[in-house]
């Protein structure tokens, strides 16, 4: 990956009484009454944003929140009541992301002041993936550009994203990283000098990301073991011709990811020798916590996998123990729940053990906070991020902004 310091930074950037355009990416658990639910991803972007506000700054943000048709994806009102708090000032918020609304918010503000726009992704063609150029041709982009004079991209969570605000955005108008995208690109730009055996933990839910990635840090030669817990385990059991029964299965082919079983299986058959499955999963049975080996599967009818159980547990330790690098994302089960947290709480406690430990991810993080555990090398923004870039690969948003924009 090319050095971040072919990209522009806060540093060169001329602020005062300059219209900036910031993405961040505050994409949050939410509460069921559709309000944020944790704010650690809005804390990372305080120094970024109170610099361009002191520094007068004119300062319109822009961020998505979830995925279409998802419980998460909500207004970023409370977002923005949220960073009023943490700024110390008040922060406007207007339901409008390129609209007139939109741009008479941005060509209203002063010297330091700051506005929330709408959710990006209320708009169809931010959750589609360009090329820059064709990005830049989006109603997004060119609905809202022209009343900015540039970019800031603080987003580093979503920069493995190719969408319209992360890369059409910089393809026309001046573009800049802000203090997170910074300090992330240097501290996980040396993953080929970490320490070995590097030990992956692939959990969570984003299966396909964490497939990818699989690919790629196994065919590369990057990762000596990968761990599968969460809804990613659960999957490669299925590939790996366990029955974890209709409850998990209906799971999965409702969030689209059937397809996903056969490139688990494929990877199985490339690279098995190097991927660990989970040897029992829990599942709430009468209400409590209940372990079954994966010899006693399926489980009853409407009983779930929801964490790895204490075998998989010592197996993963194991592992762990002789680890010199460990790179987390996802959590190994539903945090969420008390009678599954374990799972999280004890895979994640081992890896602070090792030399290097790095852990990503907006859920882990909170999961993280939750159950009160530190001590890793570095926890990242991002999640799906991170672990693109612990790949080796370019990350769209960065290559962007490497690049510059059109004259
Ligand atoms: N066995 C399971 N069944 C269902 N959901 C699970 C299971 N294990 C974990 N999860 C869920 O996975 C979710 C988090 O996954 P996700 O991949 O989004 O992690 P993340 O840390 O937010 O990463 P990113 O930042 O890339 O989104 C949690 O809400 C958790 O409840
Ligand atoms: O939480 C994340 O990993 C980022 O906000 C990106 O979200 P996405 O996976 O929905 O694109």
Same mark, same amino acid.
């Given at each position: 990956m090319d050095s971040p310091a072919m990209i522009d930074t806060l540093d060169d950037l001329d602020v005062e009484g300059t219209t900036v355009g910031v993405r961040v990416d505050v994409n949050s658990p939410i509460d069921d009454d559709g309000t944020l639910a944790d704010d650690a991803r809005l804390r990372a972007h305080v120094d970024t944003l109170a610099e361009l506000i002191e520094r007068g700054g004119r300062v319109a943000v822009l961020a998505h929140q979830g995925r279409?048709?998802?419980?998460? =994806? &909500?207004?970023?009102e409370s977002h923005a009541d949220r960073l009023s708090e943490l700024l110390g000032q008040p922060v406007g918020y207007v339901d409008a992301t390129f609209s007139d609304a939109a741009r008479e918010a941005v060509r209203s503000l002063e010297n330091g002041e700051c506005v929330v726009l709408e959710n990006?992704? =209320?708009?169809?063609?931010?959750y589609m993936e360009f090329e820059p150029e064709r990005a830049a041709q989006t109603h997004l982009v060119t609905g809202l !550009?022209?009343?900015?004079d540039a970019y800031v991209n603080d987003a580093f969570a979503a920069a493995h994203r190719s969408q319209p605000s992360l890369v059409g955005f910089p393809t026309v108008v001046p573009g800049y990283a802000g203090r997170v995208l910074e300090s992330e690109l240097d501290v996980l730009?040396?993953?080929?000098?970490?320490?070995?055996?590097r030990v992956y933990v692939l959990g969570g839910a984003k299966v396909p990301d964490s497939i990818d990635v699989a690919w790629s840090i196994l065919e590369k030669g990057l990762a000596d073991h990968v761990l599968t817990a969460g809804v990613v385990g659960n999957v490669f059991l299925i590939a790996d011709g &366990?029955?974890?029964?209709?409850a998990s299965s209906d799971f999965i082919y409702d969030q689209g990811y059937w397809d996903e079983i056969d490139r688990a299986a494929d990877l199985l058959d490339a690279y098995g020798d190097r991927i660990a499955l989970p040897r029992d999963v829990a599942v709430s049975r009468d209400g409590n916590r209940h372990v079954l080996g994966v010899n006693a599967l399926p489980p009853r009818g409407d009983e779930a996998a929801m964490d790895i159980g204490d075998l998989t547990l010592e197996y993963y330790q194991r592992i762990l123990d002789d680890a010199g690098t460990v790179i987390l994302n996802g959590? !190994?089960? &539903?945090?969420?729940q008390s009678e599954f947290e374990r799972g999280t709480r004890e895979l994640y406690s081992a890896a602070t053990d090792a030399p290097t430990s790095i852990v990503g991810g907006g859920d882990t993080a909170s999961a993280l906070r939750r159950l009160g555990i530190e001590g890793f090398s570095h926890v990242s923004t991002g999640g799906g991020a991170a672990l693109r870039m612990l790949t080796a690969e370019p990350l769209p948003a960065v290559t962007v902004l490497e690049n510059g924009h059109r004259n």
């Open positions: 279409p048709g998802g419980d998460e =994806f &909500v207004s970023l990006t992704r =209320f708009y169809s063609e931010e !550009a022209p009343v900015l730009g040396t993953i080929e000098e970490t320490p070995e055996p &366990v029955d974890l029964g209709d959590p !190994a089960g &539903v945090f969420e």
